[in-house]
């Protein structure tokens, strides 16, 4: 049994024009200790498939179909007290900007501290004393003398320091992290997807690496998801997807990023853009776009199906290779 | 007009400083001094007709300062800048800078902010047009707005649309089209896809590599990204705190970073070839730029710093072609 299991997830917004299917049957699972990676571009879904994880899904938006269970046990459809306990203590979560997770009133070492307490049974002493241990953890140069500073005396990086130390406060067994990196400086960026990786190996914690950077992906993942118009399209081990991707989408993705050394005079382009939700083609939402599409790829929606290597693919290329999951 | 090869843009020995200090009675109530940031501090470069020379560096390093300079969005708090071998900072009026602004236009990074929402797509191009009396009728403005945006992939009957009926890409090909309508000949464009998809920066930087091969242009490119500034220049400088540490051509920049700080640099780049290149570790953050620190601004990072280093600011001297600012480098022991 894998440490998350979401099965057939679907997300809903309502709005005055009609309901918005956000997500829309997707599936994964993550392994006790390991670093699912979540790629796509804006608008694909990825946080709106992480929110629903931790249960902080804004209203109009709403899971209306599918299972996510954290080992073993049913977690979409508990009471907000009991979600409340279980993101503290077995999910920590990580957001772009380390200011939502940090309340700017008070000291980092007094939220490093409730935290603390709020999820075990440690004294305020001790709970002060594991918030400095914490803060030297994720690299805050004398945390003794920095603990009762405030957020803004920090600089962006250090700020999302304090906010890992709050996420691996009570050792969850998964991290939820959206784009940790993306609103820091390049040199900055490195040394923060280190930290996370390395601490979460040494405890142990599996991480859901939510970004649009495959280039993080591929230094930090085990396995990676690619995601289209709220589906995924492809998922397997990192190396197979950025060496030998199978799905249209990706094989484009990953051939529009430059890379360092690889002297191109054109990077590979997908012509058009990702469809907004309100029209979502019908068959396989990457048709209109694809340089490989049949006549069957506009009729029928394809469900990620083996595809002769490591990957699984949402693509009707590989359906002599295998049976199509349907679910 | 230059020759290709020939210097479009020198600058010389630029600089532009902010008061940052808080209003005066706080500054006399609180007793606190005046503040000045020192966003560029002394740079010189020149780019070569036809050809994309790029500035990379961290958020703060004064990229945006050096674009904006440029096009006369700032005044210089010291220093030159020549187009075409004119002083533009000796021209006082904008009447007399006016033939010069219009050879030279920007692209800037948000596509959201930088075009006007209550506009239609067809005035928002069409206004440097007007704004420089390029065409006399109107019959023959619609005509060029028309080629313009097919030239940028659009199509003549978006003219119609305002910019929120695009995405992000398109509304920075838009952007591109207003720029070209000028028929600039120099395009500074500031992190023109750092707010695009991966998939829609490749479309981007395509058409920006087209229009430059077909219309002759030359580049100032500025951007975060290594990776795309290894595929879009010829020559980079690489700027940390408002000063150039490296200028070379891209090759070499790459394949042989000689500055401390462009290693440093380079070692963030995420490996997506997967080869398994170790990275370095990569220590600090960039200092605050209202207090550099004294000598060569990046010595608390360095790994390679002396005493030297720490009382005297380096020299931006030539070695082997690349221009280099490092005592290091100077004194052969790097
Ligand atoms: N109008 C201004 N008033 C005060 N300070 C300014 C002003 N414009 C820029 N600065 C400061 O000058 C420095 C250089 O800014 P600049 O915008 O040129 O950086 P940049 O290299 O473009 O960074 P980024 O990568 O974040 O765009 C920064 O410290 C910035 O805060
Ligand atoms: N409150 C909302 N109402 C309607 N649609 C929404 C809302 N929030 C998000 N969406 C839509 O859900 C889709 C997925 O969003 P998101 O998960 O944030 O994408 P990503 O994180 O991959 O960029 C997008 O098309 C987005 O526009
Ligand atoms: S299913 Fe068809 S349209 Fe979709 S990615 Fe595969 S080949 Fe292309
Ligand atoms: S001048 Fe000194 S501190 Fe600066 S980069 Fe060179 S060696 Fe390092
Ligand atoms: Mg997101
Ligand atoms: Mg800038």
């Not at chain 2, 630029?14 to 940052?20: C, G, I, P, S, T």
């Not at chain 2, 500035?55 to 020549?82: D, M, N, Q, Y």
């Not at chain 2, 002759?216 to 705190?241: E, K, P, Q």
């Not at chain 2, 401390?260 to 990569?282: C, E, K, N, Q, S």
Request: hydrophobic share 40%; aromatic share 4%; proline share 7%.
């Amino acid at each position: 049994m894998a440490l998350l299991e979401v099965e057939h997830l679907r997300v809903e917004f309502e709005t005055r024009r009609g309901n918005l299917i956000a997500i829309d049957d997707v599936s994964l699972a993550i392994e006790e200790g390991e670093v699912l990676g979540v790629v796509g571009e804006s608008g694909a879904g990825k946080s709106i498939t992480g929110m629903a994880i931790i249960g902080l899904l804004e209203p109009p938006g709403r899971v209306t179909g599918g299972e996510i269970r954290l080992a073993g046990r049913r977690i979409d459809n508990l009471a907000y007290d009991s979600m409340r306990r279980i993101r503290g203590k077995e999910i920590g979560a990580i957001f772009q900007d380390p200011l939502t997770s940090l309340n700017p009133l008070y000291g980092v070492g007094r939220q490093l501290a409730e935290t603390i307490m709020a999820h075990t049974d440690a004294s305020p002493t001790a709970a002060r004393a594991r918030a400095i241990q914490l803060l030297g953890e994720v690299g805050i140069p004398a945390p003794e003398r920095r603990i009762d500073a405030y957020p803004h005396e920090f600089s962006g990086g250090m700020r999302q320091r304090v906010v890992i130390a709050l996420a691996l406060a009570v050792n969850p067994r998964l991290i939820i992290a959206d784009e940790p990196t993306t609103a820091l400086d390049v040199s900055i960026q490195a040394q923060i997807i280190q930290l996370l990786k390395g601490l979460c190996r040494e405890h142990g914690t599996a991480i859901m690496l939510i970004t649009h950077d495959m280039g993080v992906i591929a230094e930090t993942a085990d396995r990676v998801a690619v995601m289209y118009a709220g589906r995924i399209a492809e998922v397997g081990p990192v190396r197979d997807v950025v060496k030998s991707a199978k799905h249209p989408y990706t094989k484009g993705l990953m051939g529009s990023i430059p890379i360092m050394g690889r002297e191109v005079e054109r990077l590979s382009q997908i012509d058009g853009s990702m469809p907004r939700l309100n029209a979502i083609p019908t068959g396989c939402a990457f048709n209109p776009r694809c340089p490989d599409g049949m006549a069957r790829c506009g009729v029928e929606r394809p469900d990620l199906m083996a595809t002769g290597g490591p990957n699984r693919a949402a693509c009707w290329l590989y359906a002599p290779l295998g049976v199509a999951v349907h679910g | 007009m230059a020759e290709a090869g020939q210097p479009i843009v020198e600058v010389v020995g630029l600089a532009r400083y902010f008061d940052v200090s808080k209003p005066w009675l706080a500054r006399v109530l609180q007793g606190q001094p005046r503040l000045t940031l020192k966003a560029v501090d002394g740079i010189d470069f020149a780019i070569r007709r036809g050809e994309t020379f790029s500035l990379v560096g961290e958020s703060g390093c004064g990229k945006s300062t050096v674009a904006r300079l440029i096009v006369g969005l700032h005044r210089p708090t010291r220093g030159h800048i020549r187009f075409d071998g004119v002083d533009l900072t000796a021209l006082g009026t904008r009447a007399a800078q006016a033939p010069f602004r219009r050879r030279m236009q920007m692209i800037f990074q948000d596509p959201f902010a930088s075009l006007n929402p209550r506009w239609r797509v067809r005035d928002i191009v069409a206004e440097p047009l007007r704004a420089f009396a390029l065409v006399a009728t109107g019959e023959t403005v619609a005509g060029r707005v028309a080629e313009l945006l097919t030239q940028v992939g659009l199509s003549a009957n978006d003219g119609e649309k305002y910019p929120h009926e695009f995405s992000g890409g398109q509304r920075q090909r838009i952007s591109i089209a207003r720029a070209l309508s000028g028929n600039p000949e120099f395009l500074v464009c500031d992190e023109p896809t750092s707010a695009l998809d991966v998939s829609v920066q490749a479309q981007i930087l395509n058409l920006m590599k087209d229009l430059q091969r077909r219309l002759g242009l030359t580049y100032l490119f500025i951007s975060h990204n290594l990776a795309v500034i290894d595929h879009v220049s010829d020559r980079v400088g690489v700027m940390y705190l408002g000063r150039l540490c490296e200028v070379a051509d891209a090759q070499s920049l790459f394949r042989r970073p000689r500055h401390p700080y462009t290693r440093l640099l380079l070692d963030t780049i995420p490996d997506l070839a997967m080869t398994g290149r170790a990275r370095g570790p990569v220590a600090g953050e960039v200092p605050s730029p209202i207090a550099p620190p004294p000598g060569c601004a990046f010595h608390p990072r360095c790994p390679h710093a002396g005493e030297r280093c720490r009382l005297e600011a380096p020299a931006l001297l030539e070695h082997d072609g690349a221009l280099i600012a490092c005592h290091g480098v100077e004194e052969g022991r790097l």
